[in-house]
Each structure stands twice: as C-alpha cells, then as structure tokens.
C-alpha cells in the first residue's frame, strides 16, 4: 500500500493551514500553485482525478477564516499544454 510522505496531502485530507500550496499531478508529476483555506478539504484534479498531492510552499498569517471573502473550489484546474510548453509551471 502507498504511504503519504510527511509534509504531503491527499485528496480529502483537511487543510491544516491557509497559504499556497504545491500541487503534483498525477504520474508525471507537473507541479501548479493553489492557495487554500484552513479546515478545507483538498480537492482533486479535472484530469487526473484523486491522483495529486500537496506541499505548503507559504502559509497566511491571516489564518484563512475571513468569511468575507470565500471562494470554494471543487477541483484544482489541471495545468495547460500551453502552459507546459512555454515552461510557465509552478516550481
């Protein structure tokens, strides 16, 4: 069976703490940005499913619960072949 390596979460897991996130989809490990909100859920990819993980990069000090401004995603966009192309990933 797979085991998360720490410092990595899954799909479902609870967002422990708001700030941006790496994202690494699926097999061949493209790497995108997301910033999150604390206490929600990480989301899957529009392509490649629940096959992503993620890494905090920079959290918030803001804590993430202004409820003023809440934008919920479902699934995190998965990067463009365009994008890919021109070397504009996330490192």
């Avoid at 797979?2 to 700030?19: H, K």
């Avoid at 999150?36 to 890494?55: A, G, I, K």
């Avoid at 804590?63 to 996330?90: K, T, W």
Wanted: aromatic share 12%; glycine share 8%.
């Amino acid at each position: 069976m797979y085991e998360t390596p720490p410092g990595f979460y899954d799909v479902g897991d609870t967002v422990p703490q708001a700030g941006t996130y790496r994202v690494f989809h699926g097999p061949r490990r493209l790497i995108d940005k997301v910033t999150l909100v604390r206490d929600e859920t990480f989301f899957r990819c529009s392509v490649c499913d629940n096959d992503v993980q993620f890494s905090l990069v920079k959290p918030v000090g803001w804590g993430g619960h202004d409820m003023s401004f809440r934008i919920r995603l479902y699934e995190v966009p998965h990067p463009r072949d365009e994008d890919i192309a021109a070397g504009e990933m996330a490192t």
